[in-house]
């Protein structure tokens, strides 16, 4: 069978491998991230935004953070069709990342194939196999291995489209608006580069796929909106969302000093999950443009990775972003993924230029260092000890399980009431609402702010309600706060308001008040 070939020297279809055959790389590299997933994804719920996508499940509805805005519609429903073959949220989750990350996988090395030759490909899927932070976001029950799927599988479709291939027009406008229903977010990043590759059609097709496009959209957003009740009270959670938190992070509310921090937060993520792979592609850009050599790389190729990248680059760093929140580098990861083998190839060329050895960019050596930095991730994630590895996982869990079954054992339900003024995303209300269902919960922390007070959020029994205070009737006798057990600084303002600590485990205590 014969292909007809891409800008970048890879084949359009199907990548195949030569004497391998066409569907075993993809099916080898499919296996094996599932393989090195499953021993070391979470056992719980893993944050906020997971059980809220598990409390979905059982009733969606924005307006109350089942899930949280926008909405995640599709993704959403993709779990709850799942759970009706697992019924138990945590699991059907954990498939959608187990099979996103592999996937995503799979087509970082067709983007790779297609964009630069065969063995890019191999290595570029190699780094995503790798990657600490993607490898993190394949053990959890959370959007972002799916949405890195649905990201590269974008931006394989707008390769073919800059190449001509009028077949992808219409897939590319159905699979964007899915894309949409799994994180809005990528939707609005991929849509200038979608749009561009689309605009060199005539205008009787752009006009047919932005129809297609814009169905597929409302797909997902009139049934979302239905179940919700209504788009007032969809577009009251979205405003709510956005006054009391999101909106801090703006540049025209932070400030434009914080962006030093926004952008140092982005680039420490995005690192992260590259690894060493970065060093290269740093010194690899900057000797491109000290030496104008930039002007030389062929403009399709430029004006595509800048249209992925720098829409979702500028929105992190002047809209939104939680610099805490590690997965908003996620979206990055596939670009580069398929750039590092080539910055290591020109990196290795141009230091032996300056060095006058011509020997040095030979196959060995920059099959060495992608080796390197494949080696170097995998082991990171496994055997550091940072919070986005594998020990960090497990230690989530323990903690997690030790909280719960601290106040399972030590507070009866009845009368006791369980207050998070903290809102720590990996230790949550929304967990105890989740898995001790017989307790009451509220989430107090944006309440208590004096310039912006917003609603109180209560939970009992799975549901959530939203409430002007909590319940101190006379048979309320404990009221315990829900602590993260490396926030020492919170455990010693507790201890100072006169609560009791009560140790439930070697690093883990529960601060309650006893009200008798």
Same mark, same amino acid.
Request: glycine share 8%.
């Given at each position: 069978?014969?292909?007809?070939?891409?800008?970048?020297?890879?084949?359009?279809?199907?990548?195949?491998?030569?004497?391998?055959?066409?569907?075993?790389?993809?099916?080898?590299?499919?296996?094996?991230?599932?393989?090195?997933?499953?021993?070391?994804?979470?056992?719980?719920?893993?944050?906020?935004?997971?059980?809220?996508?598990?409390?979905?499940?059982?009733?969606?509805?924005?307006?109350?953070?089942?899930?949280?805005?926008?909405?995640?519609?599709?993704?959403?429903?993709?779990?709850?069709?799942?759970?009706?073959?697992?019924?138990?949220?945590?699991?059907?989750?954990?498939?959608?990342?187990?099979?996103?990350?592999?996937?995503?996988?799979?087509?970082?090395?067709?983007?790779?194939?297609?964009?630069?030759?065969?063995?890019?490909?191999?290595?570029?899927?190699?780094?995503?196999?790798?990657?600490?932070?993607?490898?993190?976001?394949?053990?959890?029950?959370?959007?972002?291995?799916?949405?890195?799927?649905?990201?590269?599988?974008?931006?394989?479709?707008?390769?073919?489209?800059?190449?001509?291939?009028?077949?992808?027009?219409?897939?590319?406008?159905?699979?964007?608006?899915?894309?949409?229903?799994?994180?809005?977010?990528?939707?609005?990043?991929?849509?200038?580069?979608?749009?561009?590759?689309?605009?060199?059609?005539?205008?009787?097709?752009?006009?047919?796929?932005?129809?297609?496009?814009?169905?597929?959209?409302?797909?997902?957003?009139?049934?979302?909106?239905?179940?919700?009740?209504?788009?007032?009270?969809?577009?009251?959670?979205?405003?709510?969302?956005?006054?009391?938190?999101?909106?801090?992070?703006?540049?025209?509310?932070?400030?434009?000093?914080?962006?030093?921090?926004?952008?140092?937060?982005?680039?420490?993520?995005?690192?992260?999950?590259?690894?060493?792979?970065?060093?290269?592609?740093?010194?690899?850009?900057?000797?491109?443009?000290?030496?104008?050599?930039?002007?030389?790389?062929?403009?399709?190729?430029?004006?595509?990775?800048?249209?992925?990248?720098?829409?979702?680059?500028?929105?992190?760093?002047?809209?939104?972003?939680?610099?805490?929140?590690?997965?908003? *580098? @996620? +979206? &990055? =990861?596939?670009?580069?993924? !398929?750039?590092?083998?080539?910055? %290591?190839?020109?990196?290795?060329?141009?230091? $032996?230029?300056?060095?006058?050895?011509?020997?040095?960019?030979?196959?060995?050596?920059?099959?060495?260092?992608?080796?390197?930095?494949?080696?170097?991730? *995998? @082991? +990171? &994630? =496994?055997?550091?000890?940072? !919070?986005?590895?594998?020990?960090? %996982?497990?230690?989530?869990?323990?903690?997690? $399980?030790?909280?719960?079954?601290?106040?399972?054992?030590?507070?009866?339900?009845?009368?006791?009431?369980?207050?998070?003024?903290?809102?720590?995303?990996?230790?949550?209300?929304?967990?105890?609402?989740?898995?001790?269902?017989?307790?009451?919960?509220?989430?107090?922390?944006?309440?208590?702010?004096?310039?912006?007070?917003?609603?109180?959020?209560?939970?009992?029994?799975?549901?959530?309600?939203?409430?002007?205070?909590?319940?101190?009737?006379?048979?309320?006798?404990?009221?315990?706060?829900?602590?993260?057990?490396?926030?020492?600084?919170?455990?010693?303002?507790?201890?100072?308001?006169?609560?009791?600590?009560?140790?439930?485990?070697?690093?883990?205590?529960?601060?309650?008040?006893?009200?008798?």
């Amino acid at each position: 069978m014969r292909y007809p070939k891409s800008e970048g020297g890879g084949r359009i279809g199907i990548p195949g491998i030569q004497g391998i055959g066409t569907w075993l790389w993809p099916i080898i590299l499919f296996v094996v991230t599932l393989f090195t997933r499953i021993p070391f994804t979470s056992r719980f719920l893993y944050d906020q935004d997971a059980v809220q996508f598990a409390l979905a499940l059982e009733k969606y509805d924005v307006y109350l953070h089942q899930p949280h805005p926008p909405g995640y519609f599709a993704y959403v429903m993709l779990g709850k069709l799942i759970n009706l073959f697992f019924q138990n949220a945590n699991s059907s989750f954990l498939l959608l990342s187990l099979i996103g990350s592999g996937l995503t996988v799979v087509a970082v090395y067709y983007l790779g194939f297609i964009i630069f030759d065969r063995e890019t490909g191999l290595w570029a899927a190699a780094f995503a196999l790798t990657s600490p932070l993607l490898w993190y976001y394949g053990e959890l029950a959370l959007t972002y291995a799916v949405a890195a799927f649905f990201n590269t599988w974008i931006a394989i479709l707008c390769w073919r489209l800059l190449q001509k291939e009028s077949r992808s027009l219409y897939l590319s406008a159905v699979i964007l608006g899915i894309t949409g229903g799994i994180r809005q977010d990528v939707l609005i990043f991929l849509f200038p580069l979608w749009l561009f590759c689309v605009l060199r059609f005539e205008w009787k097709q752009v006009l047919a796929f932005g129809a297609s496009l814009g169905i597929t959209i409302a797909a997902w957003v009139i049934p979302m909106l239905v179940m919700t009740g209504g788009l007032e009270r969809y577009s009251a959670a979205v405003r709510e969302l956005w006054h009391f938190h999101n909106r801090t992070f703006a540049i025209w509310n932070a400030g434009i000093g914080s962006r030093t921090h926004f952008l140092l937060a982005l680039l420490g993520n995005v690192s992260y999950g590259v690894g060493l792979g970065m060093l290269f592609l740093f010194f690899a850009l900057y000797v491109l443009i000290r030496t104008g050599e930039w002007r030389r790389v062929a403009k399709p190729k430029i004006l595509f990775f800048v249209l992925w990248l720098l829409p979702a680059f500028l929105f992190n760093i002047f809209v939104f972003m939680n610099p805490d929140q590690a997965g908003y *580098g @996620v +979206f &990055f =990861l596939p670009a580069l993924f !398929v750039l590092v083998v080539p910055s %290591i190839k020109y990196g290795l060329a141009a230091i $032996s230029k300056v060095l006058s050895r011509p020997k040095l960019p030979g196959i060995g050596m920059y099959r060495t260092m992608a080796l390197v930095v494949i080696v170097v991730n *995998g @082991v +990171f &994630f =496994l055997l550091s000890d940072s !919070v986005v590895s594998a020990k960090g %996982i497990r230690k989530h869990d323990d903690h997690l $399980s030790v909280i719960l079954r601290g106040i399972e054992r030590n507070f009866r339900p009845e009368e006791s009431i369980i207050i998070d003024d903290k809102s720590y995303q990996l230790y949550n209300y929304r967990h105890v609402q989740y898995y001790l269902r017989r307790y009451r919960v509220y989430l107090t922390a944006l309440a208590g702010n004096t310039e912006n007070p917003w609603h109180i959020f209560f939970g009992q029994n799975g549901q959530t309600f939203i409430s002007k205070g909590f319940d101190l009737s006379p048979d309320v006798r404990y009221v315990v706060y829900l602590a993260n057990p490396l926030d020492h600084r919170y455990a010693e303002t507790l201890k100072a308001k006169g609560l009791h600590r009560l140790a439930v485990g070697e690093t883990t205590a529960l601060f309650y008040e006893d009200r008798r």
